[in-house]
DNA sequence: GCCAACGTTGGC
DNA sequence: GCCAACGTTGGC
């Protein structure tokens, strides 16, 4: 059981669009850097905990708690020539890119990244330090608690 | 829209 | 394998 923090930028995925969704469950698609596809590929299991991260919006920042469901599977996007996530070195023989379905679990109080920044015991989150910009990034138990708790979802 | 930081590409 | 140029991310 591990955690991770998966940024979506609400304009194409929010966490309420999860919500809405049949099974509150959405496939991750679009992935397109080779740590954050290593991460779900070598590390992520189902029952893993999400923190759904909202990014290029207004206010950035956690919107929910997710799980991840099923293992994960190449990313369909990557053999669609129509598709922006196109990857014309992919083939289904050999795949690059992969999703794996998340489930959304609770909503608790909106958490912008100015609060978590403000946070002493977050300070070491990957999603915080400079320059990172991974778009999958592991969390660890401790931090996972204490923003389940800021949230009030403790 | 700006720009810092990072990742990828491709010539050599 | 180096590294400059370019593209992308994402907060502000």
Same mark, same amino acid.
């Given at each position: 059981?591990?955690?991770?923090? @998966?940024?979506?930028e609400?304009? +194409?995925?929010s966490?309420?669009? /999860?919500?809405?969704?049949?099974?509150? *469950? %959405?496939?991750?698609? !679009? %992935?397109?850097?080779?740590?954050?596809r290593?991460?779900?590929?070598?590390? @992520?299991?189902? #029952?893993?905990g999400v923190?759904?991260?909202?990014?290029?919006?207004? %206010?950035? =920042?956690?919107a929910? $708690?997710?799980?991840v %469901? =099923? *293992?994960?599977y190449?990313?369909?996007?990557?053999f669609?020539?129509? &598709?922006?996530?196109?990857?014309?070195?992919? *083939?289904?023989e050999?795949?690059r890119? $992969? &999703?794996?379905?998340?489930?959304?679990v609770a909503? =608790?109080?909106?958490?912008?990244? *100015?609060?978590?920044? =403000? +946070?002493p015991?977050? +300070?070491?989150m990957?999603?915080?330090?400079? #320059? &990172?910009r991974? &778009?999958?990034?592991? /969390?660890t138990? !401790?931090?996972?608690?204490? $923003?389940?708790? @800021?949230?009030?979802?403790?």
């Amino acid at each position: 059981m591990r955690y991770w923090l @998966m940024k979506s930028e609400p304009d +194409e995925v929010s966490f309420d669009d /999860v919500l809405a969704a049949p099974d509150k *469950t %959405v496939a991750w698609f !679009g %992935v397109r850097n080779y740590q954050a596809r290593n991460f779900m590929r070598d590390q @992520m299991q189902p #029952g893993d905990g999400v923190l759904f991260y909202h990014s290029s919006c207004a %206010v950035p =920042g956690v919107a929910g $708690i997710a799980r991840v %469901v =099923g *293992t994960p599977y190449a990313d369909a996007s990557q053999f669609d020539p129509g &598709s922006h996530y196109h990857d014309p070195k992919a *083939t289904p023989e050999n795949p690059r890119w $992969i &999703s794996v379905d998340v489930q959304a679990v609770a909503q =608790g109080r909106y958490l912008p990244l *100015t609060a978590l920044r =403000g +946070e002493p015991a977050l +300070e070491d989150m990957v999603l915080l330090q400079k #320059g &990172s910009r991974l &778009s999958v990034s592991p /969390v660890t138990p !401790g931090q996972w608690k204490r $923003i389940l708790a @800021m949230a009030g979802l403790d």
